[in-house]
């Protein structure tokens, strides 16, 4: 059985799968970005057994 990834480690892995394509960060349109990020919340983390401690929070607004 593989081991999960502690969900100390998930901003590093978030940040490989933005990096997948070999392009800057600063490059990656909106699609680019999404696609990444889909890639990242199939992976399956040990995170909290709680119902809702999947370990796998997704916020967008604006900011100011």
Known sequence: MTRRPSVDEAVGL???????????LADLGTEDVWQAFLRFGRRLFDASKAPDGDGLLFQYGTYS
């Open 14 to 24: 978030l940040e490989g799968e933005l990096r997948a394509g070999q392009r800057a």
